[in-house]
């Protein structure tokens, strides 16, 4: 399963963003996917 807009994710090992989306760490400490465009 993949995760959505503003879902937390991790870099290293899941919850990985869906199709069109990348994992940021910018609000650290959490990982959230943001839209690639």
């Keep these: 399963a993949c995760v959505g807009e503003n879902q937390q994710c991790a870099d290293w090992a ?3 963003c869906c199709d069109g989306y990348y994992c ?3 609000y650290f400490p959490k990982c959230i996917c943001r839209n690639n465009n």
């Design 14 to 16: 899941g919850p990985h």
């Design 24 to 26: 940021t760490c910018r």
